[in-house]
């Protein structure tokens, strides 16, 4: 399972999701331009000593993802609030991208093209959106619950359950 995320520009949201992709030995994957120096201390601050635990790539640009992406073979699941699908009904694979876009501006035409799936987590009516590290958190959770993999492997064994 993979985290993506499209030019995120809260430095603070981003060091969050790579927490939780440390702990839950998730790869994530930061899409150029973000809009902070990775060296920010709010980012820093919200990913805290994890930030070593986490298997991080940085691609470039948007094209550059692409291409890791088509020579890997993964699907792409992109969450926006402009999909019609729930996050709940889709089926996950334990190879899927999971794609979260900009806090400021959700991701290019060009990038929800690309989408494989366009998914959405409903909401009350006439909020706006979620925080994207809360986002990240829920998706992740399903995708995991659903690929069987909802434990890093090292702690998966029959003595636990």
């Not at 993964?74 to 694979?93: C, I, M, N, P, Q």
């Not at 909020?127 to 998966?156: H, I, W």
Request: charged share 25%; glycine share 6%.
């Amino acid at each position: 399972m993979h985290i993506a995320l499209f030019q995120p520009d809260i430095p603070q949201n981003t060091g969050t999701i790579l927490r939780l992709c440390a702990c839950l030995d998730v790869a994530a994957h930061i899409i150029e331009p973000a809009g902070f120096p990775i060296s920010d201390r709010h980012f820093r601050r919200a990913g805290m000593d994890y930030l070593d635990h986490v298997a991080l790539t940085r691609h470039d640009s948007w094209s550059k993802f692409e291409q890791w992406r088509n020579e890997a073979g993964f699907r792409l699941v992109l969450f926006t609030t402009k999909a019609a699908g729930s996050y709940l009904d889709f089926r996950y694979e334990k190879d899927d991208v999971l794609l979260f876009g900009r806090e400021s501006a959700g991701v290019t035409d060009e990038v929800a093209s690309a989408a494989d799936a366009r998914l959405m987590i409903p909401i009350r009516p006439g909020l706006r959106s979620l925080n994207v590290a809360m986002a990240a958190a829920m998706a992740l959770g399903e995708a995991l619950r659903q690929t069987g993999s909802a434990l890093p492997e090292g702690l998966r064994s029959k003595e636990r359950w």
